[in-house]
């Protein structure tokens, strides 16, 4: 029962149930894994156009008609010549290019716009760098069976449909003006014509804007479905970013072995060691000309305050002891502070007495 317990446990740790947290995201975002649907783009580029169609209307009917009758109004008596075709073709290069223009403006505009509003920034090559794993037969098999490609074949089928459905409703309902187009002349069929080409790229656009829109959510609900990590997950990423507890645990030691060093070569330079006489042991040094008042130089208790008192034996430091002032200075002053300034009547009394065995005068 405890062995059962326990695998149901280490399974639940397993399950990716939690949310991404930032620095998966970030990772993942700097692989070039996003959130992002190609049908925006697409659905902008043609609306884009249409609108760009009628924009310029005017600018492209006279273009149009200037590339097709040019050839007829000043080309025919024109000598064959390479110079000539070569003029020729030049300047209906150029038209052509001014024409396509205000279509090559919108269109990287608008692929710009949309791509930044879904993804922000963003430039990275790893999506384009080679990786073996995508070679696995095996794997690719999976892929097309998994559930994401059905989803897609699911949303082509959608999109086609809504498409197809349109085309057929709008010519349907223009069937009529249809079949009297060989009675009209060549600019009203290019007019009625293009009207007809203007509203059914509106409704296939504004259609396909409303799909893709819909995809974008699901792209994002798939994206943070895939971003879910475990509970044993984020533990690992913490321990990963914070550091190992053992390797810290050993630096924290080597740290505080370093200080306890600095701190017992400071011992031989104090003036007195104050006790407990066992518990505690402060070391405390006073010179007027470079302090404003006697400093802790070194303290500490039990094993640490017999290694002060050892060493201040060793090196002739006078050792008293005053269990209340010990205890005092250890508690309320640190390695390298002055001492409190109620304790400076205490202090003074034992440096005075020092000074005095020692025969100095400070």
């Not at 430039?123 to 080679?130: A, E, H, N």
């Amino acid at each position: 029962m405890a062995f059962r317990l326990k695998l149901n446990l280490q399974l639940f740790a397993g399950e990716k149930t939690e949310e991404a947290t930032p620095k998966k995201r970030n990772d993942s975002r700097k692989e070039g894994q996003v959130a992002k649907s190609m049908d925006i783009p697409g659905a902008a580029i043609l609306l884009g156009s249409i609108g760009c169609l009628m924009i310029f209307n005017d600018f492209f009917m006279k273009r149009i008609s200037w590339l097709f009758t040019d050839t007829f109004l000043h080309r025919m008596s024109t000598d064959v010549t390479v110079a000539n075709v070569m003029q020729m073709l030049g300047q209906y290069a150029m038209q052509i290019l001014i024409l396509v223009a205000p279509f090559f403006v919108t269109i990287v505009l608008l692929g710009i716009i949309t791509n930044y509003m879904q993804i922000g920034f963003l430039l990275t090559g790893k999506p384009l760098m080679p990786q073996l794993s995508k070679l696995d037969p095996i794997k690719g098999a999976k892929n097309i069976l998994s559930m994401r490609s059905i989803v897609e074949l699911l949303k082509s089928i959608l999109k086609m449909s809504v498409i197809g459905y349109l085309v057929y409703t709008t010519l349907q309902g223009a069937s009529h003006e249809i079949s009297k187009m060989a009675y009209m002349s060549a600019e009203s069929i290019l007019h009625y014509a293009g009207g007809l080409t203007v509203s059914l790229g509106l409704k296939v656009g504004v259609a396909m804007f409303i799909l893709a829109i819909l995809d974008y959510m699901y792209q994002r609900y798939e994206h943070n479905k895939s971003l879910r990590m475990s509970k044993q997950d984020i533990k690992d990423e913490y321990k990963n970013m914070e550091g190992d507890p053992l390797i810290k645990g050993k630096i924290r030691e080597r740290q505080r072995r370093m200080a306890m060093q600095r701190m017992m070569q400071d011992v031989p330079k104090a003036d007195v060691i104050i006790t407990n006489p066992t518990h505690f042991a402060v070391a405390l040094k006073y010179d007027n000309s470079e302090m404003a008042a006697p400093q802790v130089v070194a303290k500490g208790q039990d094993y640490t305050a017999l290694r002060i008192r050892e060493i201040a034996k060793q090196h002739r430091v006078v050792i008293m002891e005053n269990k209340p002032l010990a205890r005092a200075l250890f508690a309320r002053a640190e390695i390298g502070d002055s001492i409190p300034t109620d304790l400076f009547q205490a202090v003074a009394e034992v440096l005075a007495y020092v000074y005095k065995v020692k025969g100095k005068t400070k």
